[in-house]
């Protein structure tokens, strides 16, 4: 056992670094691994179902991590996508491959639509790492591409139910059906159940984990802490599987309940290093599982069959990109991205053995297909990068901590126009800064001019520490993402308690958001300036200096004071809405009468009415 992690190990160690080095991508560096260790070349591994299944659960961690990303109301916001991008895409291609299927390869009509719906699937794994090293998963091509990943692997729960009804031999269906804990109940017990699990997992996301995840959190053990991350996401995956449901929709609900607790960046943190080795070996799996000889007995037919899925899956979410109007720079990215089969294949096609849907022939052919067509994802992105005009860059790493200068004053996290402003004003006073900015561009154009910017992610604790997170008095969160800084918030809150926040927001919902976090110190970015302008334009208008500024300030004073008491109804439309409306009466009502005082004022203090 120590010798096959050994070769495992060395094998990735080699690989991924050529593979990067030469603008490939890891993912691919670890499936070119497995290939050299597998079968079919150095046979330093053999059989590799039981590594896979293992290591499957990498794409089950990956998928809790990307629900911890995903907060209810930004998944709510993507459900078009969701259902109609992801819903049409799994239709159409299932549709085009039982077709071709059946009329070209005088396929069965239950083998045809076996093998439509393991093709119509795409690499989840593949796709959301490769995007993520790239810097495009927050693209609009990368959050579409997502949308239709998560469709996928919802997909896989009924694409399995759906199998045992094709088989042609009854017997095989029965010795294919995977027996749960539930299996044998009525179908309304059943689907009873099935709702109370899930509803029990978020009832417990959003009112039990908290205390718990506190209580450990007081040891100060992070090992514990770990364990108990991993201890949530196996126990869940367990659950799922023994009510006969999906591991990995499982884990991915748990993190979208868990995305709003103050301890998602912990549970990050501590499942991030799981997740990529388990994601490796997965990679490798795949690329062992290549069998070269049967390709160079069948290499026009193979070659033939990966072009055809390739092509069919690119041409369809090309032109669903143009029906959902993505932008013109996304529609190709979006289509090459998902134009691949997917490891759910490799379950669903586990089960058409069992089935004897598809022949073992059939089958081999098939894992070739998809395993080719994975593998030819990362060098179509790669391409669509050079296509693009954006040069392969390797990802700079984060400053070390012991190469950043703590300050015993102020950390900005952040350093663009906002940054720059209060860091001036900073310095200029006297008080030591230390910046963190997680832009290599960015901080590579301040250090040319003279600047001291660090390369780091302040949500990092460890880097937030090594800028003197425990001595400082102050941290100015000046970046422009709400979700992340709302992130470095709970963070500092949590591992630096004595540390004061001037928090730059950026909008009125983001101010809620602070303000129910107890962040005392805020300001949004673009209220001063338009305040500003808008007393400007009352001179403009006609109006006295002195009348202006006094209606700016009763505005200003006015508006935040409405924030706070609207903050309080943010989430319920209709009280929100008639508050808003009486609000804004009060505001005509309070200037109106200032106006009015003051013009009283005016008129007793003329010396020609105090003459009369």
């Known amino acids: 056992m120590l010798g096959l992690a050994l070769i495992y190990l060395l094998a990735a160690i080699i690989a991924v670094p050529v593979a990067k080095r030469l603008g490939l991508g890891s993912v691919l560096g670890y499936i070119l691994a497995g290939l050299i260790i597998g079968p079919s070349m150095l046979s330093l591994v053999g059989e ?21 990303e995903l907060h209810p109301a930004r998944l709510w916001r993507l459900r078009k996508s969701i259902l109609g991008l992801g819903g049409l895409q799994v239709i159409l291609t299932a549709a085009a491959i039982f077709v071709l299927s059946f009329w070209s390869l005088s396929l069965s009509w239950q083998a045809a639509l076996a093998l439509s719906l393991m093709l119509a699937l795409s690499s989840t794994a593949i796709v959301i790492q490769t995007l ?49 804990l539930i299996s044998n109940m009525a179908i309304w017990a059943q689907a009873l159940i099935v709702v109370g699990v899930i ?14 995840f ?66 490796g070996l997965f990679f490798i799996t795949v690329g062992a599982q290549i069998d070269l000889s049967l390709l160079v007995k069948e290499w026009a037919f193979v070659l033939i069959c990966v072009v055809a899925l390739i092509s069919i899956k690119a041409v369809i979410l090309f032109g669903l990109s143009l029906l959902f109007k993505l932008t013109s720079g996304s529609r190709l990215l979006f289509a090459l991205a998902l134009a691949q089969g997917g490891e759910f294949a490799f379950v669903l096609q586990s089960a058409t053995r069992e089935l004897d849907i598809l ?62 402003v209060v860091g001036r004003l900073l310095s200029a006073q006297g008080y030591e800064v230390t910046v ?28 937030l520490e090594a800028a003197g997170a425990n001595q400082a008095q102050l941290l100015v969160i000046a970046i422009d993402d709400p979700f992340k800084s709302l992130a470095i918030v709970d963070i500092a809150k949590q591992h630096f308690p004595n540390l004061k926040l001037a928090v730059r927001a950026i909008d009125r919902r983001h101010a809620y958001q602070l303000i129910s976090k107890n962040v005392a110190v805020f300001n949004r970015e673009t209220f001063d300036s338009a ?82």
């Not at 080719?372 to 040069?391: D, G, I, N, Q, T």
């Not at 984060?398 to 906002?418: L, M, T």
């Not at 903050?567 to 809405?577: A, E, K, T």
Request: hydrophobic content about 45%.
């Open 531 to 612: 305040i500003n302008v808008a007393v400007d334009a009352l001179k403009l208008l006609g109006n006295s200096e002195d009348e202006a500024k006094r209606a700016g300030e009763i505005f200003r004073a006015h508006d935040i004071e409405s924030l706070y008491e609207l903050q309080q109804m943010w989430g319920n439309d209709q009280s929100y809405g008639v508050a808003v409306k009486q609000r804004t009466e009060d505001l005509a009502q309070v200037l109106a009468e200032d106006k009015k005082a003051r013009s009283g004022l005016k008129t007793c203090q003329d010396p020609e009415n105090q003459s009369q």
């Open 359 to 420: 022949t073992e022939s059939q089958n081999q052919l098939v894992t070739l297909v998809v395993i080719l067509s994975m593998v030819s994802a990362p060098l179509l992105l790669s391409l669509y990068a050079r296509l693009a005009a954006h040069e392969k860059t390797q990802k700079r790493d984060y400053d070390a901590p012991e190469e950043i200068q703590p300050s015993k004053n102020v950390i900005i996290a952040g350093y663009g126009r906002f940054g720059q």
């Open 132 to 180: 993520e090293e790239k810097g495009w998963i927050k693209q609009e091509a990368g959050q579409n591409a997502f949308s239709v990943l998560l469709f996928q692997d919802i997909a896989v729960i009924p694409m399995l139910a759906l199998l045992p009804l094709l088989a042609v031999n009854p017997d095989a269906a029965d010795a294919g059906s995977h027996e749960s």
């Open 214 to 279: 506190r209580y450990i959190a007081e040891t100060r053990m992070r090992e514990i802490f770990t364990l108990f991350a991993l201890f949530l996401v196996i126990g869940i995956s367990f659950l799922m599987q023994a009510i006969g449901l999906s591991a990995a929709l499982g884990t991915f609900l748990a993190g979208v309940v868990l995305a709003e607790s103050e301890f998602r960046h912990e549970l990050e943190i501590n499942i991030e290093p799981f997740k990529g080795l388990l994601l």
């Open 48 to 68: 590799q179902t039981d590594v896979m299944h293992f290591a499957e659960f990498g794409v089950v961690m990956m998928l809790f991590l990307i629900g911890l």
């Open 436 to 463: 963190l900015d997680h832009s290599p561009s960015q901080v590579d154009l301040l250090r040319r001019f003279g600047r001291k910017v660090f390369y780091g992610d302040a949500g990092r604790p460890d880097l």
């Open 199 to 212: 509803g029990s997992i978020i009832l417990a996301g959003r009112y039990i984990s908290a205390p718990i």
